[in-house]
């Protein structure tokens, strides 16, 4: 099966519209969180990183290859990886600039900061995994982003059922009476929902 995110990254290559507001909605809450919580960078310094992440994205989307990024093991690089090394770079691009800046108004002490900068994903190159916490932490935010895309493709009632009852955790039947729902009939729409979530995370995940 082709992944989701493989199918936006052909998109992107031929200047879909669709594809790159798809691609930018999804994973740019991931990046910023890199920014924010990696970097720690303002928000404001973390929304301008982001901006050049994409930018770059946009101009070298060409050069991502899954064959090219594949890890020790064969298997394929993801593209999650490659942008995190993409954001990694930009991170250390905008400490050199204030680092420089700083230096030029007199900070003596800006360059020895700069070298001391760590390394925003300790072990981890485009064909590695991040350390398990971090992963999870990546996943959530994914998994937000999805389900506020996938929300308007169902009716009210069948998304309150499912997620009164997933993540809420309340019974079926509550959720049922309340709705004023069969409980045949909450079943179904949480059934439907999490099959094609699953669907989406199993694409966008990749690894």
């Not at 099966?1 to 200047?15: A, K, Q």
């Not at 002490?109 to 990546?138: H, K, M, N, W, Y």
């Not at 049922?176 to 909450?186: F, K, Q, R, T, Y």
Request: negative net charge; proline residues 4%; charged residues 30%.
């Amino acid at each position: 099966m082709v992944s989701t995110s493989s199918e936006l990254i052909d998109g992107v290559r031929r200047h879909d519209p669709l594809a790159w507001g798809r691609l930018v909605r999804i994973y740019s809450p991931l990046v910023y969180h890199w920014c924010r919580h990696r970097a720690e960078l303002s928000a404001e310094d973390a929304a301008d990183v982001l901006q050049e992440v994409f930018a770059s994205v946009a101009r070298s989307i060409g050069e991502f290859e899954r064959r090219k990024t594949s890890n020790e093991n064969g298997q394929p690089g993801t593209f999650r990886g490659w942008l995190r090394v993409l954001t990694s770079n930009k991170i250390h691009d905008f400490h050199r600039r204030n680092a420089h800046q700083t230096q030029a108004t007199g900070g003596s002490d800006a360059i020895q900061r700069l070298s001391q900068v760590p390394d925003l994903f300790p072990g981890t190159s485009d064909s590695e995994s991040p350390a398990s916490g971090e992963e999870i932490c990546e996943q959530s935010i994914l998994i937000n982003r999805l389900l506020d895309e996938l929300r308007p493709r169902y009716k009210e009632e069948s998304w309150k059922a499912f997620w009164q009852s997933e993540l809420a955790g309340r019974p079926r039947q509550e959720i049922a009476n309340e709705l004023g729902m069969s409980i045949d009939a909450v079943n179904m729409a949480i059934f439907r929902i999490r099959k094609r979530l699953r669907e989406e995370l199993e694409r966008f995940l990749e690894e």
